[in-house]
């Protein structure tokens, strides 16, 4: 099977459970399956087409582009972070005797990425990604390794972005046509409206979903659920990242941890 994995900042805060990821990764290696791991935290910042508008109080990004584009301190920590956790997936993952490469989102062109201006204001817009060129990830697995993608991304004429790596997922998972796409994360799955976690999620319906307590990144990432399924992808799982051990057996064993993510309607 074809699986794309989102894994959310488990190297910089807990070691044990990188190593725990890694062997779960293993495990799926040696039965045959091909997974793209995808990680990384966006900004959540928006940019404006012109420079004009940039908080002054912000710094050059140091691209010597000329393109006005600022990046404050904390986003360049970011980018330094991101960069800094792909090494660190890349030496666990060899640590379990897992063959991987590490790589940035718009390396050897594998992402596509687009301006999504908002509606109420046209100067504003985010980059995201838009499609994937899936025959770097083809390559690495057919020879028994693991892509490990980095959400950091370089714009046609050098500006650094870091996009959504949730939605990253979904894209990545619908045009390499996956078999599964699992978000590894540190929430325990997404809460119902009557206490606990649901096991089953209808995106189409939300049956039993209290969408009013979802945070805006659990509401984000239901987002790209959603659109992974409308087109394609055969099953979406949201799995605690303290249960990552149940990893090699998501296809096999009932729904007890996490949340799985249907859609009832026809896809496109």
Not at 34 to 53: C, M, N, Q, W, Y
Not at 78 to 94: I, K, P, Q, Y
Request: with cysteine; hydrophobic share 40%.
């Amino acid at each position: 099977m074809r699986l794309i994995v989102r894994v959310a900042r488990i190297t910089a805060d807990d070691r044990d459970y990188g190593r725990r990821f890694a062997r779960a990764v293993a495990d799926l290696v040696q039965d045959g399956h091909s997974l793209t791991v995808i990680h990384g935290e966006g900004t959540g910042v928006e940019r404006f087409s012109d420079a004009k508008t940039t908080d002054a109080k912000t710094k050059e990004s140091g691209n010597g582009n000329g393109n006005g584009y600022h990046w404050n301190q904390a986003e360049c920590a970011r980018f330094t972070a991101a960069e800094r956790e792909n090494r660190a997936l890349v030496a666990l993952l060899a640590d379990a005797k897992v063959t991987s490469m590490g790589l940035r989102a718009t390396d050897a062109g594998l992402l596509q990425l687009r301006k999504q201006c908002f509606a109420n204001d046209k100067t504003r817009f985010r980059v995201e990604a838009a499609r994937l060129d899936s025959r770097w990830l083809e390559l690495i697995c057919s020879n028994q390794g693991v892509p490990v993608l980095s959400n950091f991304s370089s714009w046609a004429g050098g500006e650094d972005h870091l996009i959504d790596p949730d939605h990253m997922a979904a894209v990545c998972a619908s045009d390499w046509n996956a078999d599964a796409l699992i978000y590894v994360t540190e929430e325990n799955g997404v809460p119902g409206a009557h206490g606990g976690i649901l096991r089953w999620l209808d995106i189409e319906s939300n049956n039993g979903l209290q969408a009013e307590t979802l945070s805006d990144e659990l509401r984000r990432r239901l987002e790209a659920c959603a659109m992974a399924l409308r087109r394609g992808v055969r099953r979406v799982k949201i799995l605690p990242l303290s249960n990552v051990d149940c990893l090699p057996l998501f296809y096999v064993s009932p729904i007890v941890y996490g949340t799985e993510v249907i859609a009832t309607l026809p896809r496109i």
